[in-house]
Nanobody
Framework: EGQLVESGGGLVQAGGSLRLSCAASGFTFDNYVIGWFCQAPGKEPEGVSCIMSSDGRTIYADSVKGRFTISRDNANNTVYLQMNSLKPEDTGVYYC??????????????????WGKGTLVTVSS
């Protein structure tokens, strides 16, 4: 059974940076699309970014383009999300998820087989 464990969340002032990590185990990491999702208070999780398994192609939500960078280290079964120029609206629980196929509606969680338990990011104004 696949497992994902997020880390790196915390409290940061607006304009600051955080780096989230997602450590994977229990499945063939290289073959999986990995996504990061943010669940703001009172809302459903929404896709922030994802990275492909085959060519490392990345996708970003418009709200984070130019500020967030997703990367993966297949040797260590880890995906990172570097978050810069953070805004209060970035506040939420950040989850990573893994899927063995890419779905065009990935940002709604479609195609994701495994989910982590999340890490809280709070951006103060």
């Amino acid at each position: 059974e696949g497992q994902l464990v997020e880390s790196g969340g915390g409290l940061v002032q607006a304009g600051g940076s955080l780096r989230l990590s997602c450590a994977a185990s229990g499945f063939t990491f290289d073959n999986y699309v990995i996504g990061w999702f943010c669940q703001a208070p009172g809302k459903e999780p929404e896709g922030v970014s994802c990275i492909m398994s085959s060519d490392g192609r990345t996708i970003y939500a418009d709200s984070v383009k130019g500020r967030f960078t997703i990367s993966r280290d297949n040797a260590n079964n880890t995906v990172y999300l570097q978050m810069n120029s953070l805004k209060p609206e970035d506040t939420g629980v950040y989850y990573c998820a893994a899927g063995n196929r890419f779905d065009s509606s990935w940002y709604r969680g479609y195609g994701m087989d495994y989910w982590g338990k999340g890490t809280l990011v709070t951006v103060s104004s």
